[in-house]
């Protein structure tokens, strides 16, 4: 059954990352966000002696244990199945410490994903046990290029072809979250989606893992942005960039399915949406505790239980963002209850990246308002936190379209029919 109670089990680790967001993150959030492209070292090198110290697993929970089996099959579990309710809880406090540095974390976040919802046990084991080896390592995923975005996985232009034991990269791949710091930073990898028929359209694409340090894989951009910055957003060019075969993720049969590298894109985002919207709300959770201390400070103290018509202008709108968090916490709830029940949740995954991208825009934005020049000041974390927001409703698709998902889903058309 689902539960709308933290799960006793996962208090430890509630435990463990609000310590790091009220230590390690908040005290630096200011620092990194106006030293774009510093790297966060301290940070990333305590999350992963904390990962390491917590058994592994990082952000990618079912599938760790997996690959600790190594056989495929399922592990024993005792009681129901947490692992994806205990990562929205930590992505949902690590971000109320800071979006940016959370996108730092060493223990395996979108291109982990990918490799878990793809990737074979051997894979598995192969490419997520590093995140628990001596040295920090970071993760990114490849989907975007020039051309295109939301019309992704069907516009792939980046292509993998076969030679002998090796695939031959070549494309170019735009707005990599971490991908300096998977590639450059670090020794870590980059989950590339490349076509392996460029005729077939989705049915071609296929998803890659290219490792750091490979010949012909170059980051060729960082991006100047708006809010989370202290992750950094890689170009990388892949000009005849030779991996080995068996990093095209998925069993040696995937090359003839057609519709599995497609199946594999969706299955990563089912899984990494409901993080960007806890992620999301761990923000808008912060903005709002900080909007309600000022408040306070200036002797303004939300009085609860009286009725609408006798409350202030201020009051109802704190009770309107206190609804709104903690409905669009619930629907996040949802998503990974369902993940970890191994039931499908793409229509829940968008729904609660859709509500929780708006919540947290509308909260941030609401906040610097509500406090004028304070809210506008950077002597506050508010003006960040209006900045930070915004990438919510934009990255694993934007509101848009992950509303025509909705859509779909609901009134059961395809995408030929809404597009
Ligand atoms: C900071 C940052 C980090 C990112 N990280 C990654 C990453 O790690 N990996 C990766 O692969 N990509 C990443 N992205 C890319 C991101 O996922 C895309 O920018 C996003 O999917 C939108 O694609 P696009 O940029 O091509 O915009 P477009 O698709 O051109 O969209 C432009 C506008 O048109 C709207 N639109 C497009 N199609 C439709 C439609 N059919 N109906 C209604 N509206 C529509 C969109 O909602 C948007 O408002 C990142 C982007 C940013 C800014």
């Not at 952000?59 to 056989?71: E, H, I, L, M």
């Not at 292509?159 to 034991?165: G, K, L, S, Y």
């Not at 899984?271 to 709002?288: D, E, H, K, Q």
Request: aromatic residues 8%.
């Amino acid at each position: 059954m689902i539960s709308f109670e933290m799960p006793e089990k996962i208090q430890h680790t509630v435990n463990l990352m609000t310590m790091v967001a009220e230590n390690m993150m908040r005290p630096v959030s200011r620092y990194f966000d106006e030293h774009e492209h510093e790297i966060p070292w301290d940070y990333i090198n305590f999350m992963h002696d904390a990962n390491r110290q917590m058994g592994g697993g990082g952000f990618v929970p079912s599938s760790g244990d997996k690959a600790k089996k190594g056989n495929g099959s399922e592990p024993k579990q005792e009681g129901p199945r947490l692992g994806y309710q205990r990562l929205a809880y930590s992505a949902e406090i690590l971000s109320w410490g800071d979006t940016g540095l959370y996108l730092c974390s060493p223990v395996g976040l979108l291109g982990a994903a990918a490799v878990a919802a793809t990737g074979t046990a051997e894979q598995k084991e192969r490419f997520l046990a590093r995140f628990t080896g001596d040295k920090p390592v970071l993760d990114a995923m490849a989907l975007t290029e020039p051309h295109a975005g939301s019309a992704m996985p069907a516009m792939v232009r980046t292509t993998a072809v076969r030679e002998d034991d090796s695939w031959v990269l070549n494309g170019e791949k735009i707005f990599v979250t971490g991908g300096h710091k998977a590639l450059i930073d670090t020794a870590g990898f980059v989950v590339v989606w490349a076509t392996i028929d460029p005729a077939a359209g989705r049915a071609g694409v296929r998803p890659f893992v290219v490792e750091a340090g490979t010949p012909g894989c170059t980051v060729t951009k960082l991006e100047h942005k708006l809010g989370i910055r202290a992750s950094d957003t890689a170009s990388i060019l892949l000009q005849d960039c030779r991996i080995p075969f068996e990093n095209i993720l998925g069993s040696p049969e995937v090359e003839k399915k057609t519709s599995e590298g497609f199946k594999g894109a969706m299955a990563t985002f089912d899984a990494s949406r409901p993080m960007v919207a806890a992620s999301a709300l761990g923000l808008a959770r912060a903005t709002l505790e900080t909007l309600k201390e000022y408040l306070q400070q200036k002797g303004i103290v939300l009085r609860y239980g009286l009725p609408r018509s006798r409350m202030t202008s201020i009051e109802r709108e704190l009770i309107d963002m206190e609804v709104m968090l903690r409905s669009a916490w619930l629907l996040v709830l949802k998503s990974v209850w369902m993940m970890d029940e191994k039931k499908p949740n793409n229509l829940e995954a968008s729904m609660g990246k859709v509500r929780a991208g708006d919540v947290a825009v509308r909260i941030t934005q609401k906040a610097v308002e509500m406090l004028g020049p304070a809210g506008y000041s950077r002597d506050l974390l508010l003006e960040k936190w209006f900045r930070d927001a915004k990438i919510n409703d934009l990255y694993e698709g934007t509101g848009q379209i992950n509303r025509l998902i909705v859509a779909r889903r609901i009134l059961e058309y395809g995408r030929e029919e809404l597009s």
